[in-house]
């Protein structure tokens, strides 16, 4: 079993910076590519980053440039830097992950609880 816990969410004013954290913690011998999303009020929820096992790095358009994700293996923890934060960056932020064979049964999705990120203009 695995299960993720962030944290780093908080109130900041637009143009500063805030880094968020996520440690898997369990079974995480077959965790895959770790992924932030992001809820913002009353949007869907949106991929915002992702990193592989690997390294390869994946940013949604509206943070490219700005946010900045790393992981650390030998810790089983990826991070979340946001530089330049817009009020529209205001979301609940959620690490995802995805683990399977030999581990499970099956590939299944593994969400952490939240952390919101509020930006004050």
């Known amino acids: 079993q695995v299960w993720l816990v962030e944290s780093g969410g908080g109130l900041v004013q637009a143009g500063d910076s805030r880094r968020l954290s996520c440690a898997a913690h369990?079974?995480?011998?077959?965790?895959?590519?770790m992924k932030w999303y992001r809820r913002a009020p009353g949007k869907e929820r949106e991929l915002v980053a992702s990193?592989?096992?690997?390294?390869?790095?994946w940013y949604t358009g509206a943070v490219e440039g700005r946010f900045t994700i790393s992981s650390d293996n030998a810790k089983d923890m990826v991070e979340l830097q946001m530089n330049s934060l817009k009020p529209e960056d205001t979301a609940v932020y959620y690490c995802?992950?995805?683990?399977?064979?030999?581990?499970?049964?099956?590939?299944?999705?593994?969400w952490g609880q939240g952390t919101p990120v509020t930006v004050s203009s």
């Open positions: 995802n992950t995805e683990t399977g064979p030999p581990c499970a049964e099956r590939w299944i999705e593994i």
């Open positions: 369990g079974d995480t011998a077959c965790i895959s590519s």
């Open positions: 990193i592989t096992t690997t390294g390869n790095t």
